[in-house]
């Protein structure tokens, strides 16, 4: 039972001091210290500090993967209106926004993705599953007419994801939400309808 | 006429490894040995990496500021034939596009916004001129009735700024033209209009 734990808490640990450092900033070191294991444990679990950043990014993704597909694919709610609940709540604002962090998919994207094929093609799944849940709604959205029917499905949820990522490294240098606002004001006045 | 000289070097060259590397991934080390300047100039001539860093994008958007004045400003084409020209010269294939770097302005957004007072000013002032310049492209192509009214011309030329930057990151990941193709395509189908 103990080795699994202190993957775990190393996983765990790690993705806040990722998300909060950067990947390159922080030293295995650090990583260990957070989680109180032994540098020396962090080899026995990770080969290396670039799996260890995949294994986090899928972490990181796991969770919110789970929640976009509670919302989107409600099917209680008119698709149109889970779009419309997806995106405000990732972007109204938030008492205990701190701005500094960032999304962890568009910063390893920025750090990471020209260096290290494995996170590369992990930030690519990531990508490709989440534009799927996106797109499943717009498609069903169209079918019962409430969004337009020109848009592309896939190009339009592919839009959305990089144009959302953009706003979330906006609100890293603005400190403030209003990329955020932005984004959610525009997309459903003229993309979302 | 030797310091200006070493400074510049510097600069130059620190501009195309922090561009291609990332800040953190590459040491004062680094760009002195790539500059062929000793170590120990570097600090005769910046302060700090960070002081470096700020530089060195002061220097990459300068270049790119004089291009867009020059297109956004040119009174002798329509204003929305400017908006299209801008964009598409910034988002059509290229043959020699490697997709690893990005762009220097979201690059450091990710990765250093949050660390860095210094830089992150200094991306505000950048963000807050390229914005000036589209956005009054934007109110002339309003004036001349050539673009819809109820854009407001400075959210919308943030929006058109963030998501930009979010579809470069997106080619790092994707190594392709893609997300760009699809940024010019949405925007001037469904926003630009």
Redesign the interface.
Known sequence: MRRPSTRDQLLATGLQVLH???F??TGVQDIAEAAQVPKASFYTHFPSKEAFGADVLGRYWERRASHAATILSDQTRPPVERLGAYFSGKTMPRPDATF???CMI??F???L???SRLI?DR??AV?AAWETLLANCIKEAQADGSLRPDLDPH??A??L???????V??T????NN??LE??Q??VFS??LT
Chains 1, 2 share one sequence.
Not at 161 to 167: K, L, N, P, R, Y
């Open positions: 909060a450092r950067g390159h900033a500094g962090r960032g568009g910063n994207s920025a750090e993705a020209s260096d590369r930030l690519a990508f190009d339009t592919a839009f994801i990089d144009a959302f990522e953009g706003a490294l906006r890293k240098v603005d400190r209003a990329a932005r984004f004001a525009i003229l993309i």
